[in-house]
T-cell receptor, first 113, second 112 residues
Framework: DGGITQSPKYLFRKEGQNVTLSCEQN?????MYWYRQDPGQGLRLIYY???????QKGDIAEGYSVSREKKESFPLTVTSAQKNPTAFYLC????????????FGPGTRLTVT | ELKVEQNPLFLSMQEGKNYTIYCNYS?????LYWYRQDPGKSLESLFV?????AVKQEGRLMASLDTKARLSTLHITAAVHDLSATYFC????????????FGGGTRLMVKP
């Protein structure tokens, strides 16, 4: 089955620890995206990548880092510099060209205490 | 900066009633999307609207786009409990990354 997988579904960490969220897609999509969703709010873009070994900051990149070493993988690291990391994180991917839409993964709920 | 506003933010309605959710955006956009999100779940794509006057319908939901007014509507006809969810609109600006800017969402609760 083609799709986007995110793991784990739930993640708990202590404050001050870095944590990496996984996002994998087998859709052969060039572009991948990371969004953050806080309770009762819409999604906000953290980082995006249009091609392997290249990525750009979104609206709320501070305290996060990403890598894009493989086309199918776009992991997100939430660093200790992110002041309010507890949130629902969604990964998405899209084929090249503006006529295609983004497909979303199932999400990872991160809780930092 | 592209901004997207939805209203209402919360909507409680009786089964069988009709209602409309509004989505306004601030600058020219290539396309507009409507998504549904159930609690704790990811986003499910409902509609993609590409041009002025576009109208799409699926079951009890109908979406329309007026690019001149920078307004999209999601109309609910004869609501049923299964439509209870949060609905988001999102637009792509004229940017290279085809990034989506989301509205704040409308939480719909349909009461039996």
């Amino acid at each position: 089955d083609g799709g986007i997988t995110q793991s784990p579904k739930y993640l708990f960490r202590k404050e001050g620890q870095n944590v990496t969220l996984s996002c994998e897609q087998n859709l052969n999509h060039d572009a991948m995206y990371w969004y953050r969703q806080d309770p009762g709010q819409g999604l906000r873009l953290i980082y995006y990548s249009q091609i392997v070994n290249d990525f750009q900051k979104g609206d709320i990149a501070e305290g996060y880092s990403v890598s894009r070493e493989k086309k199918e993988s776009f992991p997100l690291t939430v660093t200790s510099a992110q002041k309010n990391p507890t949130a629902f994180y969604l990964c998405a991917s899209k084929a090249s060209g503006s006529s295609y839409e983004q497909y979303f993964g199932p999400g990872t709920r991160l809780t930092v205490t | 900066e592209l901004k997207v506003e939805q209203n209402p933010l919360f909507l409680s309605m009786q089964e069988g009633k009709n209602y409309t959710i509004y989505c306004n955006y601030s600058t020219t956009s290539d396309r507009l999307y409507w998504y549904r999100q159930d609690p704790g779940k990811s986003l499910e794509s409902l509609f993609v609207l590409l041009s002025n006057g576009a109208v799409k319908q699926e079951g009890r939901l109908m979406a329309s786009l007026d690019t001149k007014a920078r307004l999209s509507t999601l109309h609910i006809t004869a609501a049923v409990h299964d439509l209870s969810a949060t609905y988001f609109c999102a637009v792509t600006g004229q940017n290279a990354g085809n990034m989506l800017t989301f509205g704040g969402g409308t939480r719909l609760m349909v009461k039996p």
